[in-house]
């Protein structure tokens, strides 16, 4: 099992900006592709973003031109970053390791974002 600790979230205003963060195992941390995913209330768990070993990274639809995902080999940390934050972005975040290599993956516990006013 995989420790992650994630941050970030809680209540964001309309419009406005979220970041979240995950520290991983700095053993291996190379070896992983890491992403977030989300699930809203009543609905699938989907991808929101993930970023390569090698830092390629890939978006939903529904977050392209918002979202930026990126990670820091140093801290072993993934970050989320989403602007321009609606209603539809409410849902339970999680991050998602997944090694390339031995192809095991790994959820989060999740971070509630809210999006409202």
């Known amino acids: 099992q995989v420790q992650l600790v994630e941050s970030g979230g809680g209540l964001v205003q309309p419009g406005g900006s979220l970041r979240l963060s995950c520290e991983a195992p700095?053993?291996?941390?190379?070896?992983?592709?890491m992403g977030w995913y989300r699930q809203a209330q009543g609905k699938q768990r989907v991808m929101v973003a993930t970023?390569?070993?090698?830092?390629?990274?890939n978006y939903a639809d529904s977050g392209k031109g918002r979202s930026t995902i990126t990670r820091d080999g140093a801290r072993s940390t993934v970050y989320l970053q989403m602007t321009s934050v609606n209603s539809e972005d409410t849902s339970v975040y999680y991050c998602?390791?997944?090694?390339?290599?031995?192809?095991?993956?790994?959820w989060g516990r999740g971070i509630l974002v809210t999006v409202s006013s």
């Open positions: 998602y390791p997944r090694h390339t290599i031995y192809e095991t993956e790994y």
């Open positions: 700095r053993s291996d941390f190379s070896l992983y592709t």
């Open positions: 970023v390569s070993r090698v830092g390629t990274t």
